[in-house]
């Protein structure tokens, strides 16, 4: 067998690459059927672990498959928590997401204080969340591994392929002699460490952490209240209401520009989703998964009847011209950008905060809506599955040479206050010591919201602020606090659904996620964007129903409800 499996890899990407060959030669240059292509790379792959196997002769762990860690040459500290890690410096290597408004990483002022703190020197090659995640399947298959991954980005089943493989390495190994932080949070938090365990009981990625209650709720919709008043009518209260506002700014222009947009949104993303006008025509909760708990059940909510007539109605709507043309192309920066226009344009939008989208000096034109009851008279607030405990902050690969120092490097990450830095930035800079000893936010410069400057001074990733932090270590953002006043009173009375827990799939569950849940995901969005836009989901619904079931829509619902099963059989041994 080669040193660090690389006739396994050899193997694994000359299969993928035939695989994806044969997939583009059908006839006419047409697609496969998702279950064809599925099929195709199933058995391509699997030809290529048989090479794999064939090419070794004994068994090997875990560790066999790494490079040798070097930290011991490069002068690592007595202590787990001195400083700095390394008496010479070293160089690692990182990528991941990033947000499209942030600076290059090497540039924040918090990543060049660790690095002298620490003599750990990363060289940061993030990629705004769309390229990454084009990108990092393509970069974990091939042999030139980072060291680590901040932001991975990747799913269940991706750690489960990477951990099988030896590309990302078991980081619990480290936890005792390398991670106070770490460990001390998993043993105080079991349920953070039930939520980041594989099934083989490993660790391989690490957690953020962020528990202020706000995730579940992210979508607030904003209406241009001077414009109400401009066209005679008063804050909406129901869809309908909403839906004649609409119709009297397309009508009226109160903007006086011409360009006036009565509604813009972005579905799939964090905080900008039209979920509940969906609900609201519909009668059913809807968020970015198609997926809801409604009584410890599992439902899908793309192939209903009320799903479809929110979608009919919405393209309604688009037909009457009320629906930015650019909803479905857009990214978070031009989004943004159309809050802040020359001469305001936009009448209604959906995001977390108003400042954020339209800045200060028009934050007062605009009044958060409130949760507009349904044709049928009944308010619903869609829950998202946003998790406040979530997987894959952090992880690292087996080309890394110094392992033991960047598992001291990360478990940094994991005292309360430097979390607090990672979420929102250096103290100094964006936080400072209240005279309680709390943190607290330092005022945004004048025409810069703090969402901005977060984002373009806090490198995210590996963190974890818990609720007993909110209270000991740093203060919720005055927008979080904002933003919790107004889940509670408008918005937590009404929710039509439970979120989906963090639940934790089987090996064999994740093998056929793997296949089955973005091939699932991307049919739906795809014919959404379609709908709203063009129509026609009156005659095309039977097909997509059928299409749904032939690329596993069953198996897809059967796994999550075998999942959820097991996490409230898990909560109920505890209470």
């Known amino acids: ?109 918090l990543t060049q204080q660790w690095e002298r703190d620490t003599n750990v020197q990363v060289q940061w090659n993030m990629l ?60 105080a938090r079991p349920d953070i460490r039930s939520a980041i365990t594989s099934e083989d009981g490993h660790i391989y990625t690490l957690p953020s952490v962020e528990e202020l209650g706000l995730v579940p709720f992210p979508n607030f919709l904003y209406i241009n209240t001077d414009w109400l008043a401009a066209v005679g009518r008063e804050m909406p209260t129901t869809i309908e209401e909403l839906h004649e506002a609409l119709l009297e700014f397309k009508a009226q222009d109160p903007s006086g ?22 609900a609201a025509y519909g009668g059913q909760a809807d968020n970015n998964d198609h997926r809801i708990v409604i009584d410890r059940k599992a439902v899908f909510t793309a192939n209903t009847e009320q799903w479809k007539e929110g979608v009919k109605q919405l393209h309604n709507w688009y037909a009457e011209g009320l629906i930015d043309s650019e909803s479905f192309s857009q990214d978070d920066t031009a989004y943004l950008a159309k809050g802040k226009t020359e001469q305001e344009s936009l009448a209604a939008f959906y995001w977390w905060e108003a400042t954020e989208f339209v800045g200060a000096d028009r934050e ?48 940094r990450m994991y005292d309360p206050v430097m979390s607090a830095q990672n979420s929102w930035g250096p103290i100094g800079v964006t936080l400072e010591y209240d005279d309680a000893g709390m943190l607290s936010q330092i005022p945004a410069a004048e025409g810069e919201s703090e969402g901005e400057r977060r984002q373009k001074v806090a490198p995210g990733g590996p963190k974890s602020t818990t609720a007993k ?42 093998d056929d996620l793997s296949l089955i849940d973005s091939d699932v995901s991307t049919l739906v969005k795809q014919r959404f964007a379609q709908w709203v836009v063009n129509g026609g989901i009156d005659a ?24 959820l099963d097991r996490y409230y059989e898990e909560l109920d041994a505890r209470s």
């Open 364 to 411: 007062d034109h605009y009044a958060l809506c409130p949760v507009l009851a349904g044709v049928d008279g009944v308010r619903r607030a869609s829950v998202s599955n946003n998790q406040e405990i979530s997987r894959g902050a952090f992880a690292m690969t087996r080309t890394c040479r110094y392992q033991a120092a960047v598992m001291r490097w990360v478990d």
């Open 128 to 187: 705004t969340e769309d390229v990454y995640a084009e990108k990092k399947n393509l970069l974990l298959a091939s042999g030139d591994l980072p060291d680590i991954l901040w932001n991975t980005g990747l799913t269940d089943a991706e750690v489960a392929t990477y951990s099988a493989n030896h590309t990302l390495v078991p980081l619990d190994e480290f936890f005792a002699d390398n991670c106070p932080n770490i460990s001390a949070l998993l043993d």
């Open 1 to 109: 067998m080669l040193p660090h499996h690389t006739t396994s890899n050899s193997a694994v990407n000359t299969a993928v690459t035939a695989a994806e060959a044969a997939l583009k030669a059908t006839p006419g240059g047409s697609a496969p059927h998702p279950i064809s292509r599925r099929l195709l790379l199933r058995g391509s792959l699997a030809g290529a672990g048989l090479l794999a196997l064939a090419a070794c002769s004994s068994k090997k762990t875990d560790a066999d498959y790494r490079v040798p860690d070097e930290s011991a040459s490069a002068g690592l500290a007595e202590a787990a928590d001195s400083l700095p890690i390394v008496s010479t410096p070293i160089t690692v290597t990182a990528t991941g997401s990033r947000s499209a408004l942030s600076v290059p990483y090497g540039q924040m002022e």
């Open 469 to 510: 932090d909110f209270e000991e270590v740093v203060l919720p953002e005055p927008r979080a606090s904002l933003r919790q006043e107004q889940v509670t009173a408008e918005f937590a009375d009404w929710a039509a659904n439970d979120a989906f827990p963090p639940v934790v799939f089987t090996n064999a569950e994740l």
């Open 540 to 563: 095309e619904w039977g097909g997509y129903l059928k299409d749904l079931e032939t690329t596993g829509l069953s198996r897809l619902m059967e796994i999550y409800q075998a999942a």
């Open 257 to 278: 520009t011409g360009k006036l947009l009565p509604l813009s949104f972005i579905p799939g993303s964090f905080c900008a989703n039209p979920w509940d006008i969906i």
